[in-house]
């Protein structure tokens, strides 16, 4: 049975660096939850309230509704999935695994069940009889994954699982954590820094900054929607043009900028006129040859990138300015470096966010 997990006002702080800063935030029964951010946002020190490696100064943490701030950890029922994998290199992979199945007493017959069943969920079933030092990075992951799973967690919390494991592997298993957790349902917290693993995973995510949440929602909601310029280059490629707010009507707005009058189709701010903002439009929604749009500028070709699926251009505008554009299923013909070409963009594609003074 899946449990919520709900965070009220949590801080904690190590001696001045205040590492979690008054985060609130309900994840729902069975939902697989990201936290994503850069390196000493405070990702990983709020995993650890949850595990109860770490009490917060102040909050609650509750797990369907119970206050666990005095549970200590191995009472949370928590399963837990580490970077480094953390398993006992000279166990086999039953040992390890069996572990905490010992600590909770269970009879002899049911441990080998849970194992046999856990094994198979993680695809490793044949490998239940060797020491884990013999096994790859990504099968001993698999193991770490299988032993945090076999006890039934309540919640599972998993810190930058794949971030040790090649790009091909790394895709492998983010697609296997997907389909174990939409079976098992368990809710789960995800720690990550790869916005790719985010985006292609979460059903919600935050976007973390200096301890605080910047931004909460689905990956769509946040790469459309961006919160503020910070979230709009964190998640996913983007350009951007600063400018100042003109007219805003009908949910609609003109925004002057130093290459020209941009127009957008709605607006998700309280902006007011003269306002600066920064507008933030993505290099898949920029179209070479621009056709009678209205947001359109002369740009010159730099460098043209051919990647086979996309290719990418580096354009600059009036020498002052430079965007990114890429352009999907490119065809034989291309432009060249030095080549004028007037670029469109659709007035969805002008995403204009708050400057952060
Ligand atoms: P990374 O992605 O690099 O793992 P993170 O987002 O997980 O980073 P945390 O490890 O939670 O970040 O660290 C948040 C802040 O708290 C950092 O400034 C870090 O230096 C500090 N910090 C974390 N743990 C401790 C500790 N045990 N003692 C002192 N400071 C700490």
């Not at 029964?29 to 000493?40: A, I, Q, Y």
């Not at 849970?114 to 001993?140: F, H, W």
């Not at 599972?156 to 040790?164: F, G, I, Q, Y």
């Amino acid at each position: 049975m899946s449990i919520s997990v709900e965070l009220n006002q949590i801080t904690k702080a190590f001696d001045t660096t205040v590492a979690v800063n008054d985060i609130s935030l309900t994840i729902a029964p069975g939902e697989l939850f990201f936290l994503l951010g850069p390196s000493g946002c405070g990702k990983s020190t709020l995993l650890r309230v949850l595990a109860g490696f770490y009490r917060p100064d102040a909050g609650e943490l509750l797990f369907d509704g119970e206050v666990m701030n005095n549970v200590p950890p191995h009472q949370r029922n928590t399963g837990m999935v580490f970077q480094n994998y953390a398993l006992w290199p000279h166990m086999t992979v039953r040992e390890n695994i069996e572990y905490g199945l010992r600590l909770r007493k269970l009879e002899k017959s049911t441990r080998k069940e849970k194992i046999a069943t856990v094994l198979e969920m993680v695809e490793m079933a044949d490998y239940r009889d060797r020491p884990v030092n013999t096994l790859s990075g990504g099968q001993q992951q698999r193991i770490a994954l299988a032993r945090a799973l076999v006890i039934e967690p309540s919640v599972l919390l998993l810190d930058e699982p794949l971030s040790n494991l090649d790009a091909a592997l790394r895709q492998n298993l983010r697609d296997e954590i997907k389909d174990i957790h939409s079976r098992t349902q368990i809710t789960t917290l995800y720690v990550t820094h790869d916005q790719v693993e985010a985006i292609s995973m979460a059903d919600r995510m935050a976007i973390m900054k200096d301890g605080v949440f910047v931004q909460v929602g689905t990956p769509r909601e946040i790469y459309q929607y961006p919160a503020d310029p910070f979230v709009a280059s964190f998640v996913g490629e983007t350009n951007f043009i600063t400018g100042n707010i003109q007219e805003i009507s009908n949910g609609k707005a003109t925004i002057e900028t130093p290459v020209g009058v941009l127009h957008t189709e709605s607006v998700h701010h309280d902006f007011t006129p003269g306002q600066e903002v920064s507008c933030s439009i993505r290099p898949e929604t920029i179209h070479l040859n621009g056709n009678s749009v209205p947001n359109q500028l002369t740009a010159k070709v730099g460098a043209v990138t051919y990647l086979g699926r996309v290719e990418e251009y580096e354009l600059s505008i009036a020498d002052s300015l430079k965007l990114k554009a890429i352009i999907h299923n490119p065809g034989t013909e291309t432009k060249k470096p030095g080549d004028t070409v007037n670029i469109s963009m659709s007035p969805k594609a002008i995403v204009p966010l708050p400057t952060n003074d």
